[in-house]
């Protein structure tokens, strides 16, 4: 799922090719980014389209060659000149009389032409490792510059660049032009994109926009190029660009007068690679040549300033919530004068609407993760990992609305729940820290599926890998590290390869809280009053369905309501009430049986006091609700989701230390098995580890030592 859809995507056709554009934002002055095509296309700018275009009017185009637009097959349909009025044809369609255009690569000479050509359309060029001959290139470079259309035998390494290589096998030189490009370790995710999209083309269109290009690699050109250029102008070039050198960048900065960024240790790919810098470097830029207002408003002296809390839960499942409100309810208590703002999306804030919470209206720029989370699901199948991994650009976009929220409202104190994006864009960006920050997970650790084989077990563990080094050398970046729950819940193996035991790390690296209910379960002589005020009689069984905040769990409900009549057969007064939560509608529900005792509801407000008090729930493998449903000794029976390694190995392995639920298969489990699970457990005792009650006020004690 993208994190910002456009408002607009269109094409403009010249001379019977189509290119494409998008539109999304507004306001001054309108940013215009171009990629290096066809080697890459528009979803190139992913990591900068959503923040930019919360504060401009951002256009992005695919070049003829790759993405949506046409492939013609004339290496002179790829000119200079035909490229160029390709980009006016795009600024003109989207209304864009005037820009600051953004470009990587070999896209930097289209970006100069345009602002030297028509002054009047560019205010500014921000240059991203550009490809101009005002240096030499690396030594690698020289024989497949000289060779490209000879035949050359069994190509490898930059060899690969050559003609006859291309139409013999092309995808082996993306595979190693990109391996070259980001050499900045842990950067598999990246990797993985460019090479997908430079394998969106075909290896005819390569051919014919590299013979077509002519770009100024002559010295007098390139420098007459750039001398012609009256606009402000930004480089940012990698030290370990291994395309472009940086020498390039350097002269294109001094005859331009514009200004250089050089980025220590970074490759060619900076605005894939370190995209919160390269964000943060053009909205800069772009202030600066715009003259933007100097900011008003109140600042209050250091020792006047109340204290101030963020705090950020995460939105995929809606136990999240509840904990952080009962960790809140007792740092209050600790520490009254706190005020406290909560950074969240929907379903989180249904939760937090319900107890009064104040939410930070930035909340509403949010993209939405548990969203994302559903759109990577079918049928009880959640690769749970790959789903993490393609939230890249959700997480980038969400980081940049938090440190804009973190910088303008001077908060003594982060605290984040599973707030992926900011605990790893701190360590990736140790300055921009504010505040003490509180991290708060229940798991630890990626885990392989089997069936994912030696390599989803090789990018876990570099996943893993990151994050020790990240912890290793910027320790201050977590002044605290709460695991909710105890040092037996973690699971007893190794974050892979030759990297240390997870259940050692963690106990090395955190402190523990004990499991966090966010609710008090009820005592027996509690129970029946509970069950009448919430409608359920002495004389009839009620079993609960319920698939948290989601919308990952509708195969699951509609199985479990067509187990219902069997079900009932087998349990005479049964009830079942099946929850389907705030994203899933109950009326989209299918084959839901016309019988009395079963019936569907969306979102249910304080749904545990409905798991603590019934017969038996019917769940997903998801920590909070088993484990509330453990500490409430009700039964349960649990599906974990396919793929889902959290569900499988974590939760699994903490619900077997406490004997609670049985763990049931999705795709071996048909009604008629599940009915007869429901019969064999509904009312049952349930004899498992108590579930300790304090962890909230022993999460919120460790908190407030920073207060």
């Keep these: 799922m993208r994190a910002r859809q456009p408002d607009r995507a269109d094409v403009v056709e010249r001379d019977g090719v189509k290119v494409a554009y998008e539109v999304v934002g507004q306001g001054d002055p309108g940013l215009f980014l171009i990629p290096s095509t066809p080697i890459t296309h528009a979803r190139s700018w992913k990591g900068l389209v959503p923040y930019l275009s919360r504060h401009h009017l951002v256009v992005t185009v695919d070049g003829r060659g790759n993405g949506g637009s046409d492939r013609p097959a004339a290496s002179e349909a790829y000119g200079p000149d035909e490229v160029a009025a390709d980009h006016l044809a795009v600024l003109d369609a989207a209304g864009l009389t005037r820009a600051v255009v953004i470009a990587h ?21 921000v240059a991203i490792a550009p490809a101009l001959g005002l240096a030499p290139r690396d030594e690698h470079w020289a024989e497949p510059t000289r060779r490209w259309a000879d035949e050359v035998d069994d190509p490898s390494g930059w060899a690969l660049c050559n003609r006859h290589a291309w139409l013999q096998d092309y995808p082996p030189w993306p595979r190693f032009f990109f391996d070259q490009l980001l050499p900045e370790a842990h950067s598999t995710k990246q990797y993985e994109d460019a090479v997908s999209w430079a394998l969106d083309t075909d290896v005819e269109t390569m051919i014919a926009e590299r013979e077509g290009r002519d770009a100024p690699n002559d010295l007098d050109e390139a420098e007459a190029l750039c001398r012609s250029v009256g606009c402000p102008v930004l480089v940012i070039h990698g030290t370990e660009d291994r395309c472009q050198p940086v020498a390039r960048g350097r002269r294109l900065a001094e005859l331009t007068g514009g200004d250089l960024v050089v980025l220590e240790g970074a490759g060619h790919l900076p605005h894939g690679r370190e995209p919160v810098k390269v964000n943060r470097l053009i909205k800069e830029f772009v202030d600066r040549i715009e003259g933007a207002p100097m900011r008003g408003g109140v600042w209050t002296r250091g020792l006047d300033r109340p204290k101030r809390a963020l705090y950020l839960s995460s939105p995929i499942g809606l136990g999240h919530a509840r904990r952080d409100v009962a960790v809140v309810k007792e740092l209050k208590r600790l520490r009254p004068e706190l005020e406290i703002d909560w950074l969240a999306q929907h379903p989180v804030t249904s939760v937090l609407e319900a107890e009064g919470e104040r939410i930070h209206p930035a909340s509403a720029w949010l993209a939405n993760e548990s969203a994302h989370m559903a759109s990577e699901s079918c049928e009880h199948d959640l690769h749970c990992f790959q789903a993490l991994r393609r939230m890249d650009e959700i997480l980038v976009a969400n980081f940049m609305v938090f440190q804009e929220v973190v910088e303008e409202g001077l908060y003594d104190l982060i605290v984040g729940d599973e707030a992926w994006d900011v605990d790893h864009f701190w360590h990736e960006n140790p300055e921009l820290k504010r505040g003490d920050h509180v991290w708060m997970t229940d798991f630890v650790g990626y885990l392989p599926m089997p069936d994912g084989g030696e390599h989803e077990a090789f990018l876990t563990a570099d996943y893993n890998a990151e994050m020790i080094e990240h912890i290793a050398r910027f320790p201050r ?51 029946p009053a509970i069950r009448a005020e919430l409608g ?9 369905v319920a698939v948290g905040g989601s919308g990952v769990g509708r195969a699951l409900l509609e199985k479990l309501i067509a187990a219902y009549p069997l079900a009932k057969r087998r349990t005479p007064g049964l009830r079942m009430v099946v929850v389907a939560g705030p994203r899933i509608d109950p009326g989209s529900l299918t084959g839901l049986p016309s019988d009395p005792g079963l019936e569907v509801r969306g979102y249910v407000d304080r749904l545990y006091r409905h798991l603590s008090v019934c017969d038996l729930a019917v769940v997903q493998g998801g920590l909070t609700t088993t484990m509330e449903l453990a500490a409430a000794k009700r039964p349960f029976l649990y599906f974990p989701l396919r793929h889902h390694f959290e569900q499988n190995f ?16 999705y795709a071996t489990s048909d009604p008629d098995l599940i009915a007869a699970a429901i019969a064999d457990h509904i009312g049952n005792p349930v004899a498992h580890l108590d579930v300790e009650t304090d962890g909230a006020a022993r999460a919120a004690r460790l908190i407030a030592e920073l207060v």
Excluded: K
């Design 536 to 544: 359920y009689h002495d004389d009839e069984q009620v079993c609960v």
């Design 650 to 665: 974590h939760v699994r392995h903490r619900l077997d230390r406490y004997g609670a639920g049985r763990c049931m298969d």
């Design 477 to 527: 970046i977590r002044d605290a590290a709460i695991f909710v729950g105890n040092p037996d819940d973690i699971v007893p193996d190794t974050f892979g390869g030759d990297l240390p035991g997870i259940r050692s790390w963690t106990e090395a690296h955190f402190a523990f809280s004990g499991y966090i209910t966010g609710f008090t379960p009820p005592d027996p002589d509690e129970v």
């Design 105 to 125: 690569c070999h896209a930097v000479p289209w970006a100069l032409r345009l602002a030297a050509e028509h002054a009047d359309r560019v205010s500014g060029v």
